[in-house]
């Protein structure tokens, strides 16, 4: 897991492919679209723009992924995101091979990061995360979650 502010990309040491990336999913200036499905590069890399009201951390489940790497950038509001290490996720129900991922009702060790507007985060494929949690009581958020699909180094 990787957290900063999308203002700082440099500082927080990604790969030259993660902030090619997010500069290109920001191009398109995803606060003004409307929530859908956005291809920048067919099914190798491509955002989400997602607006809905954050539920109470109980009500939520963790997802894993295996496909994509996850780059998640807050829009507007505030959330919270629970996560664990790799390994971490527990209870966990089907694969969902389609869509690239599997809920899973608990990690072990896991730990908590909020975010503000401007603020991102990055999970690799394995890490469980929980987002869109409420920090005291639900409220509207608006995020862009971009997928970029995980090549193996080697």
Request: net charge negative.
């Amino acid at each position: 897991m990787i957290t900063g502010n999308i203002q700082h990309l440099q500082a927080a040491g990604l790969s030259p492919s993660l902030i090619a990336a997010i500069d290109r999913a920001l191009s398109l200036a995803p606060a003004k679209l409307e929530p859908g499905r956005y291809e920048l590069q067919g099914d190798r890399l491509f955002m989400n723009v997602m607006q809905f009201v954050t539920q109470r951390p109980e009500e939520k489940q963790a997802e894993l992924h295996r496909r994509y790497i996850d780059i998640q950038i807050l829009l507007a509001g505030e959330e919270q995101i629970y996560y664990g290490a790799n390994g971490s996720a527990r209870e966990c129900g089907d694969w969902h091979e389609s869509d690239d991922y599997q809920l899973c009702h608990t990690m072990t060790e896991e730990q908590c990061l909020t975010l503000t507007a401007g603020e991102f985060v990055i999970f690799m494929p394995g890490e469980p995360h929980k987002p869109g949690c409420s920090l005291t009581a639900p409220q509207e958020i608006k995020k862009v979650v971009i997928k970029l699909e995980f090549a193996e180094p080697g």
